[in-house]
């Protein structure tokens, strides 16, 4: 049965809105090319998609997918909710992954990366999708094959010739193969200043490899990489593997979710909402919204993480 | 740079070791940005000169075993680097593998972190099954002589 339910801190934080009007997005900000008014975020969450030996259920991870595209979209057939967030039957889908390892595992679990290709072969041909990560080897870490054949799904490294875009500093996967862009991260706590290492953590992944450390330390930098025209232009969909989550540097636990959105700063933001319940729970101190958030939104205009602008949609399976 | 001189029982070695320095001085491998991504400045914090990237693979299992040894540059960066909760979390139980190491274990994932001299290392399994394994491997480890 599939409970859905405003969540609470959604509810107050609107409610209180007029007390963060000095700190407000200024109404008709646009989140890429599109109106705001509530950055519509969804969780979805299962109690059986994953046990404590990290095993995964493909069919519930293929539902939990599918639930969340219809909550997103409002469109029950997935085929129409990818329509519904841009997707033509002739675009070359990237879909940067996160493949994590130091300490714990947290990249995406391949069955439901496998859920996602699936989902979206019902618009294009597998061999318009294209799952990428900074390098092969990163992606093979993680169990993940390269394939550059013209059968099935693609697995590239940004490092495998492709090169890179000297105005974006950008992979060309990003700013040229593709047409289409789905940022597929990890929910990783990393504190040390930067909190979580979310959606904008991951696309340092496609940037020249000079520029990755930047990344580290330098808010603004950071903040700016999402601004990037063809990751800000062309993301259609932002989703974060919780199956396995780390609340903690180096501590996990199985949340059992995920999260979607299409703002990345309001999905990056209830990502942290969902960590900070959990830090909660085992008493740690909450993390803060990070610098590079309010950086996001409030110079780059990538997104809101105003609480009060974020319709945040929990489903628990 | 101070390597296993063998592998663990039931391990073989998965791939060449790694090697990574800093960004001013990366090895064969890279900096340690491309090891770790941003998790490394915590050890760049403490004086992280390189880290030797070890893994094992054990085929009937399908399992693997991983050991990092980081040269932070003096014992006491090692110690500083072994106190540090980011880099150490609190949730430790702790072991003697010759040394205090502290263990993690986050089931199907087993883990430690024990120092040597200047070195700290990092020694995991992917099945906690295989967590005597570890443990017996890095007891070795500790006795050996960089």
Redesign the interface.
């Known amino acids: 049965m599939i409970r859905r339910m405003r969540r609470l801190l959604s509810f107050l934080a609107a409610s209180c809105l007029f007390l963060f009007a000095a700190s407000a997005v200024p109404a008709g900000i646009t989140t890429q090319g599109r109106p705001q008014s509530k950055s519509k975020v969804i969780t979805v969450r299962s109690a059986r998609v994953v046990n404590s030996r990290n095993r995964v259920i493909p069919a519930e991870a293929k539902a939990m997918l599918a639930a969340g595209l219809e909550a997103l979209t409002g469109k029950k057939e997935a085929k129409e909710a990818w329509a519904a967030l841009g997707l033509k039957p002739a675009d070359e889908v990237g879909i940067k992954i996160n493949c994590n390892n130091w300490t714990i595992t947290l990249s995406p679990p391949a069955e439901l990366l496998r859920a996602l290709t699936d989902s979206l072969g019902l618009v294009v041909p597998a061999n318009n999708i294209i799952v990428y990560e900074a390098s092969i080897a990163d992606l093979e870490s993680s169990g993940f094959k390269g394939n550059s054949s013209t059968s099935g799904v693609r697995f590239f490294g940004c490092d495998e010739g492709a090169g890179f875009d000297d105005q974006e500093r950008l992979s060309r996967i990003a700013t040229s193969t593709c047409t289409k862009l789905i940022n597929f991260a990890s929910l990783k706590c990393v504190e040390q200043g930067r909190g979580a290492s979310l959606f904008f953590k991951n696309q340092i992944g496609s940037l020249v490899e000079k520029d990755m450390p930047k990344c580290h330390g330098n808010m603004d930098f950071l903040a700016s990489t999402l601004a990037k025209p063809s990751l800000k232009n062309k993301t259609i969909l932002n989703i974060c593997t919780g199956l396995r989550g780390t609340y903690k540097q180096g501590v996990p636990w199985y949340w059992g979710g995920l999260i979607m959105g299409q703002d990345p700063v309001a999905a990056e933001w209830v990502g942290y909402q969902v960590i900070n319940e959990k830090r909660e729970q085992e008493k740690v101190a909450a993390l803060p919204v990070p610098e590079y958030l309010k950086i996001a939104e409030s110079k780059y205009g990538l997104g809101t993480c105003t609480a009060g602008h974020v319709d945040w949609v929990n489903l628990d399976r | 740079m101070f390597l296993p001189k063998t592998a663990p029982a039931g391990f073989v070695p998965a791939q060449p070791p790694e090697y990574f320095g800093t960004?001013s001085e990366p090895l064969a491998d890279g900096?340690i940005?491309?090891?770790?991504?941003?998790?490394?400045?915590?050890y760049l914090n403490h004086g992280f000169r390189s880290v030797a990237h070890i893994l094992y693979k054990d085929e009937k299992a399908n399992g693997s075993m991983t050991v990092d040894i980081f040269d932070m540059g003096t014992p006491h960066n090692a110690r500083a680097a072994f106190a540090d909760?980011?880099?150490c979390?609190t949730?430790f139980t702790v072991i003697s593998v010759g040394a205090e190491a502290k263990a993690?274990h986050?089931?199907?994932?087993f883990?430690l972190y024990f120092i040597k001299g200047r070195y700290l290392i990092?020694a995991?399994v992917?099945d906690d099954a295989r967590s005597e394994i570890l443990i017996d491997f890095s007891k070795q480890l500790f006795k050996e002589e960089p």
């Open positions: 960004e900096h940005f491309n090891f770790i991504d941003g998790g490394g400045v915590v909760e980011a880099i979390p949730d993690y986050f089931e199907p994932d883990f990092y995991h992917s």
